[in-house]
């Protein structure tokens, strides 16, 4: 298990809602059951605000970590697809965002997973595509990757709308830009592991004790964010039926709700800040999930 990553997944889904800050021996505490020890964490955490993800606030000897607001900016996006009820409808229009210049190996390569992390697809080299993303926000997540230099080099440009129907271009250019076969195996092996934890707390509602629930919810939030962040979120009517995506959705879901009481009391009483105080969940947290998704509980039934 990576920890930045995991790190990063547990600010999006749980210190976020409490203001955004932690003290470092509160985080260390709360992800050593996973057995990360403290060394790996610091390290980690070091790593993140190298990158720019995150800063320190000092208190006396303490210091509490907040994100920048480059890493805000990153969770935001990032929340929009986690938390969302249901994918977003398709306007029919397609996003592009084209290389216009001369771009070393090293800066494409990292241009082409940026763009990945987004859920683009890549055409060839020079031309990538996405279905429905804001494209202002993907050019400024280039900024936030450090690639601000690359801002002269590409030209984002938006499709014209083609008519209401599908076409046979529509098919061919998906296949061409995403690996689904790699996508939905990716969807179900979340399934395979994550059903048996459903069924289990369906029969035994009352028996996850309270850190138990916590790290079950921050490890099923950890492993949908690593997926969902390379969905493209293509419309139904491109997708292959029984899309294992919509099954993993409602799983998620399903999951989340169960463990968010017992989990927050477990954040209640451990997560604190560099002076000692505790810290309060803000309304945003209950609004997660809460919509229910009635096409997809169709699919799934069907």
């Not at 986690?82 to 397609?94: G, N, Q, S």
């Not at 210049?101 to 987004?118: K, M, P, Y």
């Not at 989340?256 to 800040?273: G, K, T, V």
């Amino acid at each position: 298990m990576n920890a930045g990553s995991l790190i990063i997944s547990l600010f999006g889904d749980a210190v976020l809602p409490r203001g955004g800050r932690i003290w470092l021996g509160s985080l260390i505490g709360l992800l050593a059951p996973l057995d990360l020890n403290e060394r790996l964490i610091r390290t980690a955490v070091f790593r993140l605000v190298k990158e720019e993800w995150m800063q320190s606030e000092a208190l006396g000897r303490r210091a509490d970590y907040t994100l920048t607001p480059a890493g805000l900016r990153r969770f935001e996006e990032s929340a929009r697809h986690i938390y969302a009820a249901a994918t977003p409808l398709w306007d029919r229009r397609w996003r592009f965002i084209l290389t216009v210049g001369d771009i070393d190996t090293r800066q494409r390569e990292r241009l082409r997973r940026a763009l990945f992390w987004q859920g683009f697809g890549a055409l060839n080299a020079d031309c990538f595509v996405h279905p429905s993303t804001d494209l202002n926000s993907a050019l400024d997540a280039l900024l936030t990757e450090g690639l601000g230099d690359l801002h002269q080099l590409v030209m984002p440009f938006l499709a014209a709308p083609v008519g209401s129907d599908l076409s046979l271009s529509d098919r061919d250019l998906v296949a061409r830009a995403w690996n689904l076969d790699e996508l939905a195996s990716a969807y179900g092996a979340f399934c395979d592991s994550y059903t048996p934890v459903l069924q289990y707390l369906r029969q035994h509602p009352s028996s996850c004790d309270d850190q138990t629930a916590f790290l079950l919810r921050t490890l099923l939030i950890h492993d949908y964010r690593r997926l969902l962040l390379r969905d493209p979120e293509l419309p139904d009517a491109l997708l292959p039926i029984h899309w294992p995506g919509h099954k993993a959705r409602l799983l998620c879901k399903e999951i989340y709700r169960r463990l968010l009481e017992p989990s927050e009391r477990h954040i209640e009483q451990h997560m604190q800040l560099a002076d000692g105080s505790l810290t309060k969940a803000l309304p945003m947290l209950q609004e997660r999930f809460q919509q229910e998704d009635p096409l997809a509980i169709l699919r799934h039934r069907g």
